[in-house]
């Protein structure tokens, strides 16, 4: 089962909302990051909230997490068309491998 | 650009093909990393390679042969691939030999075994 799940799978909505995805994970983390993906295109790094942190923004975007209940969520506010992609959590989990472990992802489609 | 080049962007091969993808990268990051991405499936991480070690092999097989010459350099040797290998290969950089930064992705390789 993958560390890093994301809820839910597709989510649209009108330009001007806003937009929220989860993801919840199953073992202890160094911190927690989400990344964007346009179709077909690499990852872009979006932020990154350690474990010691429970709240973190950039811009019009807004990180939780919550480490007693293993979950994350980001919020995007006031959305745009240019908005539309794939979003994806990915955990550096304490103690285990080298590298991020990514879940299934968001599509999140804004409407013009 | 995020700093990390792969090449080719597609790549059509048929089962009995030898080829191999490049990923490059200029960022001064000693941990690179080549990531599989299927339809409709999360990222399946493949190798890391930490100051040119590999230091992770999830279960691949054999027909993917990864080569690190430097830290600026990854490659993934293919052969006798099979068509459920068809996917988007995505090499990664980081700083360190843990991701406790951030990733920088490249645009990854379209490949479609036939």
């Known amino acids: 089962s993958q560390q890093g799940e994301e809820d839910p799978q597709a989510l649209s909505i009108q330009e001007g909302e806003n937009a929220t995805m989860n993801c919840s994970y199953k073992?202890?983390?160094?911190?927690l990051q989400w990344y964007r993906q346009n179709s077909g295109r690499g990852l872009v790094h979006l932020i990154l909230i350690r474990s010691n942190e429970r709240e973190k923004h950039s811009g019009r975007l807004r990180v939780t997490l919550d480490t007693s209940k293993k979950s994350s969520s980001l919020l995007i506010t006031a959305s745009r068309a240019a908005d539309t992609a794939s979003y994806f959590c990915a955990t550096d989990a304490r103690g285990g491998r080298r590298a991020l472990t990514f879940g299934s992802g968001t599509r999140l489609q804004v409407q013009p | 650009e995020t700093g990390v080049t792969q090449t080719p962007r597609h790549l059509v091969m048929g089962m009995t093909n030898k080829k191999s993808l490049k990923c490059e990268q200029h960022l001064g990051h000693n941990a690179m990393y080549w990531y599989k991405q299927s339809a409709k499936k999360p990222l399946e991480l493949m190798f890391v390679y930490n100051f040119k070690e590999q230091t992770e092999n999830n279960s691949v097989p054999s027909r993917f042969s990864p080569e690190c010459p430097n830290s600026s350099h990854l490659f993934l040797h293919l052969h006798t691939l099979q068509p459920e290998d068809s996917a988007l290969y995505l090499c990664a950089s980081s700083l360190g030999g843990t991701m406790n930064t951030e990733a920088f992705f490249g645009q990854g390789t379209r490949l479609t075994v036939v």
């Open positions: 073992t202890s983390i160094n911190n």
